[in-house]
Antibody, heavy 120, light 112 residues
Framework: QVQLAEFGGDVVQSGRSLRLSCVAS????????MHWVRQAPGKGLEWVAV????????YYADSVKGRFTISRDNSKNTLYLQMNSLRAEDTAVYFC?????????????WGQGTLVTVSS | QSVLTQPPSVSGAPGQRVTISCTGS?????????IHWYQHLPGTPPKLLIY???NRPSGVPDRFSGSKSGTSASLAITGLQAEDEADYYC????????????FGGGTKLTVL
């Protein structure tokens, strides 16, 4: 069965960096676009970034553009999110999600999430 | 403020029917993009509930159904059960934004 497991969440100071990982299993990882979606405390879901199946195309939400970098290693079935210059407003649970590239793309499987807390 | 607008909360008694609305605009739902729905219980992964407006993934009970018209969409839940108490999010695609993947603000369903 499809499984996604995120790692790397931590408490970090404002301005510092953190890298999240998402290990995938149960499907052909290299065939799917992958996303990061986050949920701040008490808030709704916010899309963060997407990477194409081959890693050649990447898109970001304006709120993280220039600070976050999404990447993947298909040989390791792993998705990454490098987060630099972290701000208090980046505090959230970060989910990785598998993308379905239909006429209107959606997310068919999600991980449990990993908590990132940015302290000032 | 979310691109897609949902009511913050809805409630219903066991066995009743409830609907959750999702209102967009001409650059997302009105641009003929589909609506997808997710169920989220805190501490668990969000779960795809409805995709492509009215399609249920395998394992989702037929008590859940979706519809879309114009710039709005709805999720209907019939025969409410205690286990349906969760947050529900609609999601679509917006051609006018760099963050193309857009969510509603979420609706908390309380089963009375």
């Amino acid at each position: 069965q499809v499984q996604l497991a995120e790692f790397g969440g931590d408490v970090v100071q404002s301005g510092r960096s953190l890298r999240l990982s998402c290990v995938a299993s149960g499907f052909t990882f290299s065939a799917y676009a992958m996303h990061w979606v986050r949920q701040a405390p008490g808030k709704g879901l916010e899309w963060v970034a997407v990477i194409s199946y081959d890693g050649n195309n990447k898109y970001y939400a304006d709120s993280v553009k220039g600070r976050f970098t999404i990447s993947r290693d298909n040989s390791k079935n792993t998705l990454y999110l490098q987060m630099n210059s972290l701000r208090a407003e980046d505090t959230a649970v970060y989910f990785c999600a598998r993308g379905r590239e239909m006429a209107t793309p959606y997310f068919d499987y999600w991980g449990q999430g990993t908590l990132v807390t940015v302290s000032s | 403020q979310s691109v897609l607008t949902q009511p913050p909360s809805v409630s219903g008694a066991p066995g009743q029917r409830v609907t959750i609305s999702c209102t967009g605009s001409s650059s997302n739902i009105g641009a003929n993009y589909d609506i997808h729905w997710y169920q989220h219980l805190p501490g668990t992964p969000p779960k795809l509930l409805i995709y492509g407006n009215n399609n249920r993934p395998s394992g989702v009970p037929d008590r859940f159904s979706g519809s879309k018209s114009g710039t709005s969409a709805s999720l209907a839940i019939t025969g409410l059960q205690a286990e349906d108490e969760a947050d529900y999010y609609c999601q679509s695609y917006d051609s006018s934004l760099s963050a193309h993947w857009v969510f509603g603000g979420g609706t908390k369903l309380t089963v009375l």
